[in-house]
């Protein structure tokens, strides 16, 4: 009788679980930033040696929420990258400024690669050129 009893109670409980109505996600609207450069691949050209190595990645938050750039790393020492710290709003723009060591001669293809909490994650962007010697 007791064992009857447990396999009774047993039996209820398990229908009530598989019986339960599944939970309603509600449909949250998330906000996201969106990064979109101009260009993802600058060409120096053709230049002379140390000659200025400066030039500028443009961008644009097309997403609905505040931009953060957390890092920008370039592939070697040759290149350095400034950028702002700052939030870029959505719909506002901001600059990549990179610095290529023009002293160097020969062709040159560099990455650049911008970690932010934009969609898609890490942006790879390239620069490349070929630097002459001065006359």
């Known amino acids: 009788m007791k064992r009857t009893l447990n396999i009774a109670i047993l039996l209820v409980l398990t229908l009530s679980f598989f019986s339960a109505a599944p939970a309603k996600f509600e449909n949250f609207d998330i ?14 050209g053709t230049i002379t040696q140390n000659s200025d190595g400066t030039r500028v ?25 400034t950028y702002s710290k700052a939030p ?12 290529y060591d023009t002293k160097r001669l020969g062709n040159f293809t560099k990455t650049v690669t911008v970690t932010s909490n934009a969609e898609g994650g890490n942006k790879i962007l390239k620069i490349k050129g070929n630097i002459i010697a001065a006359k």
Do not use: M, Q, R
């Open 31 to 44: 906000k996201v930033a969106t990064i979109k450069f101009k260009t993802e691949v600058v060409d120096y």
């Open 88 to 99: 870029i709003l959505p719909g506002e723009s901001g600059e990549l400024n990179i610095k």
């Open 57 to 81: 990645f443009t961008f644009t938050n097309t997403g609905d929420a505040p931009l953060l750039i957390t890092n920008v790393k370039a592939s070697c020492g040759c290149t350095v990258p």
